[in-house]
Each structure stands twice: as C-alpha cells, then as structure tokens.
C-alpha cells in the first residue's frame, strides 16, 4: 500500500532497515500442525467501503453484499473494518462517519450477527481505528484507537454484557503509539510500538495479567497476526530493502518470507492455518488506489492469488476469515449474473443455475446453444430452454467456445441431448461435432427450408414442434398435439418475444411456445401453424403492438379470443406480461436486463424462466413505475440482474433490490455458483 493515509483507516506503522534475523532451525506450518480441528476454511470478508461488507467461499466464489440492521444502526457511514469472532457466529466492524461544516469525522464500532442482524454500537468518537480483534473466547475486541490529537492505544472491550460494560487500555510503553493487535488462543496480546525517536516499530506482548509489555525481537511489523495455534505470527514489512510477508516463530526463530508483493492492510490466517489473506494495491493514476485482496499458502516465496479487486476509495484494506459455514439467514438477495462478455454471462448464468452433474442439487437435464453474434434464431430459444431443464448458451459461429465446452461437461450427464439452433451458417457443423465429442447428443432445430422456412420464423416452428412433440409424417413433421399456450411476438426485434419466452416457460403442461410475427405482418407458414390452432382450447397471447396487429389481421375471427399484451413500449409490455396469472400467484424471483440490447436478456430470460419468473426491462433510469410495482408481489425472494454495471448499474440494481425488499433489507451476490433457492 502507499503511504497515502485516510484518517479512517487504521493507521499504518513506518517500518524501515534490514531485520535481523533470529538464529536457529525453522519449521514452516502445515495443515496438520496448524489445524483448527472443530472448524472448516469457511467464508471471508472484506471491507467495501459502503455501509456493510463482503463474504465469499475462500476462493472468492460466491461473493455477496451483507448489510447490518437493528439496533438503530442506520447505514450512513461506510464499513472500514470487519472481523468475525472465532466461532464465526458475531461480527465486529468499524464504520466511519462523514462529518460537516468542518467538523472532524469520527468512527464507530458495532458488534452483530455474523448475518448483519441485531447490530449494537459498542463505541463512538474516535478518530482513528484499527482492525478489531476478538479474544479467544470471543468476550473481548482488541482494537487500536486514537481520539483528537492522543497517540494510538490499544483498548479492550468487554462485549459479554453488551454496551456499556467496559472499556479498558492494555499496558503500552510510554510515548508510544501502538496498533495491529493480534491475540494468541493463550490470551497472550502482541502489538506493533512506534516511539518517539525511534523511527523503527517494534513488536510487544502483554501476557495475561502482566503491567507492562514485552519486547520480541527479531522483526519490526507494520501489521502482524497469530497463527490459529499461537506458534507462529505474519507479518508485514513495507519499507525497506525487505518488504513483503513474512511468518516468524511466536517463541523466536527465524523467519520465512513468504511474499514480497504485500502492501499493507490486515493479514489473516486460515483457520487450518495453511494459507494467509493480504493485500496489494496499484495506483490508479489519481488520488486513490485499488486494493487487490490476495491469498497465499504459508510456504517460502508463494504465489499470490487474487481473490477480489476494490477500486472504491478508502476501502481500508480490511479481511477476515469466519470459521465454519457461513451464518448469513437466507435474506433476499439481488443477484448480478454477469461476465466479461456475452458467452461468459451465459456460462455465468449456468452456474448460477445448476449443480454440477451428478452431485444432486439441482440437475441440468440438457442444453441450448444459439449464435452470439444476433439474436434471429434465438428468440424462442429461451422457452425452449427452460422447458428442457438445461441453460441457454452463446457462441461464436464457427466453433463452439471452449467455456461453452467446460461448462456442458459440468452439468450434463453423458448422452444428454444439446439443441443447436438455426442452420449451418447460423452455427457450424463444427458446434454439432464438438456437442458430440463431449459425449453429447447434438440436436439441431432449424428452419431448413422443406419442413419449416430457412429463416427465424421456421426455426421458431422447429423449437415449438420440439416442444410439443412431433411425428415424422409424409417427410414433414407432425405435431404429436397443439400447444397448450402460444405466445406470438414480433422477430424483427427482441424485447417482445424474450419476455414472451419466460412467460412461455410457464405453461402448467410443459408446451408453451413462442412464435413469431414478421412485423404487423404473419409469415404464410407461421399463419398455417397458427391456422390449425382452436383458440378455445390453445390459450394465445399477442405480445407487443405489433404481433397483437399481425393476429388480428390474419384471424379476426379469433376477435375476444385472444389475449392481447400490448403497452405503449416495450417496459408496458413486460408489465403486463409479468403479471399475468401464468406466474402464479406469488412470484419467488424476477429477471432484470437491459432493454437496450438483447444478449443477457437471452440467457437470463431462460434462466428466470426456469424460475418460474419473468423478466423485466431496465431502461437507462432502470425500472418504469410500473415494472417496480411488480417487485411488490408477497414471496419475492430474490432479484437476479442480467449483465455488468455497463448494461444494468449498480444505482439501478440498488434502487430495484430496495423497491423489492426495502432499503438496506437484501444481500448483493455476484455471480454465485447454484445458490439456495428461495
């Protein structure tokens, strides 16, 4: 980290010269000999610089937003610090105040559930504060304060009784300034000095009971932490001809560098003690920085492996790591599902969808493939999708992406089928060869020109006789039995027919389908199709303006037979698609896209299909007032966003997701992999 400084974070000690080191053998942790036995790896968390925190798997999977609430807390300041007690049932966090008129901003420190629930405020009126540490016990939180013009002192408060119970000042040396606070399971506390003049911290203990701290020598931190075992602490060391990660024996030893690219910020361990979070930074080119959260194995001359990257400003460089599986209740949450491109967002969506095969949960039972390059043959391809069980994928024309590849190996059993949509030249037949490589039966439904018209129009009506079943008759397929719904939207664009394509999804009998209007105008063979339809028994819904016109020119001996959803935009429309009673009753989740362009829309109108949800369209302001009303239906469990922040922003998810659950009320996920269902 630079040696910029923020009066919120904690404050970082000078560290400079050559360390000596301690002579004799060094032994390097190792799962064994660290393990917390009664505990797992759990979840992590890190501080973001709004008004909760982040939790994630280890690895960064599954990241999402916690918010603390109760107990007056009102969100209006931004967390720079987190750490979870060590049975990961609390959480301690500091949260910095903005101030006005002058005034000097201070920090608070709160305590609540891991959740975020039940927040109490245990300290207010510092102006500086460090990273809380808990006692062994989890009765106690060390941490570094400083209030006015006073040097950094160590504090301990005694959270067992709740606020107000006590504060206390560890011994420290006199004209010293002290932070980093670290507690072994012995009670043992050791923390970084800096004293005046002597231009080097160094590291004290104070043992349980003792008046007066202790020197260890043989290292001077900038922030350090015990191992889980108490045998060995990390540290840092940012300046120097040394700088970088270092693990020294508790008892003295020598030292093992274990990084040199750390910077600053907390360090904390695994709870089996094997790996260390830290952090890095990089200059952005203006006056903040952004902070990239690592983790490294406790070996020699480890790599880093980011985990996370924060470019908001003063994020404080604050991690910690929660022992067990994570406690957060199942609050609703606004899911961004989103990735690099529009093949990566449908492979996100995916994963956010099904369990790999064979391992239960929830089971793929096969898979769409679609061109990414325009969305012709795709627009009934979303029903299509959700009716087989299977996610929607996007590729390139020519080859089937290597990421499509990796992923229909996840989740799909041998021998499942793989629809391929449009002709050769929408997707080669290399797609169909790489589908039947990977032990997969590809299937193309496509419009070729006999059967069906070699346009979008006839592919539609090779996805819908896909749906429904057919019977080769005469060389011609022959549908086994009309649909049950049919949802006639415009394919000379993509809104209509992609919310069409969620509804579709909905049919009770598993045969709804989606077919297509030229315009105001029906194909010839799209109006044969429909033509062999009885509307008293084949339940058809216009979408859009423009198919509700082509319907009515082409039958208007249907006139009151059918059931027209028409807005003024295309916003109207997925109104008054959403809330119709296909959905049912209860909506447990809803779809958000860009109505700007159509590729996320695509694979999430599949997914939220699958959900047995519909999507929404988001214009550049988000939601219209009446899309927003649809947030409001009883049982709403969650909200997953379709895209980056390029396509949906975070001010749009933010005002939906509050709309949704009231503000403050939900968790943010991003790109979770197959999470609860609600």
Not at 59 to 88: E, F, K, L
Not at 525 to 532: G, M, R, V
């Amino acid at each position: 980290m630079s040696r910029r400084t923020s009066r919120y974070r904690s404050r970082a000690l000078v560290s400079a010269g050559v360390l000596a080191a301690v002579a004799g053998a060094v032994a390097l942790p190792t799962t064994s000999a660290q393990a917390a036995a009664q505990h797992g790896n759990g979840h992590i968390a890190w501080a973001v610089n709004t008004a909760g925190w982040n939790e994630a798997n280890a690895d960064g999977s599954n990241a999402h937003a916690v918010t603390p609430s109760g107990g007056g807390y009102a969100g209006t300041g931004h967390v720079i610090q987190v750490a979870y007690s060590p049975d990961g049932t609390k959480v301690a966090f500091a949260v910095a105040i903005p101030a006005s008129g002058g005034a000097v901003p201070t920090v608070e420190l709160w305590v609540a559930d891991a959740s975020g629930a039940n927040a109490r405020l245990f300290l207010k009126g510092a102006t500086a504060m460090g990273q809380p540490v808990w006692s062994p016990d989890g009765t106690k939180i060390y941490i570094s304060l400083s209030e006015a013009a006073a040097a950094n002192r160590i504090d301990v408060i005694d959270v067992s009784h709740g606020p107000g119970s006590g504060v206390t000042a560890l011994p420290q040396d006199a004209n010293c300034s002290a932070s980093s606070p670290t507690v072994a399971p012995n009670g043992r506390v050791a923390f970084v000095e800096l004293c005046a003049g002597a231009g080097m911290p160094i590291a004290v203990t104070v043992d349980p009971g003792a008046t007066a701290p202790r020197r260890l020598n043989g290292f001077r931190p900038e922030q350090m932490a015990f191992s889980p075992d108490g045998t060995w602490i990390a540290y840092l060391q940012s300046e120097g001809p040394n700088i970088g990660l270092f693990i020294i024996p508790a008892n003295g030893g020598s030292r093992v560098q274990i990084s040199t690219g750390s910077r600053g910020g907390t360090v904390s361990w695994a709870p089996d003690g094997a790996s260390l979070l830290t952090w890095t930074s990089k200059s952005t080119g203006g006056p903040d920085e952004v902070g990239v959260l690592n983790k490294v194995a406790t070996k020699p001359n480890s790599p880093l492996v980011p985990i996370e990257t924060e470019t908001a400003p003063d994020i404080g460089y604050s991690a910690s790591w929660q022992t067990g599986a994570s406690t957060a209740p199942a609050r609703p949450a606004a899911d961004r599902i989103g990735g690099a491109d529009r093949i990566e967002t449908s492979v996100r969506a995916s994963q956010w969808s099904f369990d790999a095969t064979g391992t239960g949960g929830r089971q793929a039972a096969g898979a769409v493939i679609t061109r990414s390059d325009t969305f012709a043959d795709a627009l009934a391809g979303n029903a299509l999708a959700a009716e087989k069980d299977g996610p929607l994928f996007m590729t390139d024309t020519a080859a089937l992406d290597q990421r499509v590849k990796n992923e229909l190996g996840r989740i799909l059993p041998p021998g499942a089928n793989v629809y391929i949509l449009g002709g050769t030249r929408a997707l080669s037949t290399k797609v169909d060869d790489a589908v039947a490589a990977l032990g997969f039966k590809p299937v193309r439904l496509a419009g070729d020109g006999n059967a069906y018209a070699d346009d979008r129009y006839g592919t539609a009506q090779a996805i819908a006789a896909e749906i429904t079943g057919f019977t080769w008759t005469g060389g011609s397929p022959v549908p086994n039995a009309a649909p049950h719904s049919v949802f006639v939207a415009t394919g000379e664009n993509y809104p209509d027919a992609l919310a069409a394509g969620a509804a579709a999804a909905q049919d009770p009998t598993g045969t709804g389908v989606v077919m297509l209007s030229a315009g105001t105008s029906l194909m010839p063979w799209t109006q044969a199709y429909l033509a062999k339809l009885d509307p008293a028994k084949t339940h058809v819904y216009t979408v859009g303006g423009q198919a509700t016109t082509a319907v009515a020119k082409a039958f208007p001996q249907w006139k009151g037979l059918t059931t027209p959803l028409s807005g003024a935009d295309r916003f109207e429309t997925a109104y008054l698609v959403a809330t119709r009673s296909m959905f049912g009753p209860a909506l447990h989740e809803v779809g958000v896209a860009t109505a700007t362009n159509w590729p996320d829309a695509l694979s999430g109108g599949a997914l939220i299909g699958l959900r047995h949800g519909p999507l929404l369209l988001a214009g550049a302001d988000g939601l219209s007032a009446q899309e927003l009303s649809v947030l409001k239906a009883p049982g709403l469990g969650g909200i997953a966003v379709f895209g980056g922040t390029a396509v949906v922003s975070d001010p749009i998810l933010s005002a939906t997701a509050d709309a949704a659950f009231g503000k403050g009320a939900w968790d943010k996920g991003s790109n979770r992999q197959a999470p609860a269902l609600k």
